[in-house]
């Protein structure tokens, strides 16, 4: 259900940016498998990205310029620790490991896969790459931008949180012409 409220919204907020009908719309993949607006409507600039997790959903759209979103809910992940070894920079997982407080730790997991997971959504790898190649660095409570694939992406590369509720975390990433992107959060 919630997947199909999700490509409703989306749908109809593609249309109200496009001025057209909702279901005049055509969807499709890019070569990199990464969804996007097909048919008459391919050349708008409108780009979007979707996620969702447990009763939130993660809309982002944009124009002229990639983005990629990510929401996680936080909830307890068995062997949390393995997991942060096989996805994680070792700079990355010694700040996470030297988080005194489970629940911290998992908050600041999320947070930095989140992150992590809308880079390489906006560059339009997605988890086909390895996470470890998007690499943060802590700042404060949070994660600060640093590389991909150890390319400093410039001033192109915007990662923004996106916390959608006390209960989950989020993130979006815009490469290209930078703007505020248009965010949309829905609860069930």
């Known amino acids: 259900m919630r997947s199909m409220a999700s490509r409703a919204a989306l749908r109809h907020l593609c249309a109200g940016y496009l001025v057209a009908e909702p279901r005049s ?7 990199d498998g990464k969804p996007r607006l097909d048919g008459s409507h391919l050349r708008s600039g409108l780009t979007f990205n979707l996620s969702h997790s447990g009763r939130h959903v993660l809309l982002a ?29 070792p700079d990355e997982e010694a700040s996470l490991n030297a988080e005194p407080d489970n629940d911290a730790r998992l908050r600041r997991f999320l947070a930095l896969w989140t992150a992590k997971e809308a880079v390489l959504k906006a560059i339009g790898t997605g988890l086909g790459a390895d996470p470890r190649t998007a690499r943060f660095a802590p700042d404060g409570p949070g994660w600060a931008f640093v590389c991909v694939d150890n390319r400093p992406p410039g001033e192109r590369l915007v990662v923004m949180p996106a916390n959608p509720s006390s209960d989950a975390v989020g993130h979006v990433a815009m490469l290209g012409r930078v703007i505020q992107p248009a965010l949309f959060r829905l609860t069930a």
């Open 25 to 31: 719309l055509v969807f499709g993949a890019g070569e």
């Open 61 to 89: 759209f944009a124009r002229d310029a990639e983005v990629g979103v990510d929401v996680e809910v936080l909830a307890p992940i068995p062997d949390l620790g393995s997991l942060i070894t096989s996805v994680t920079h």
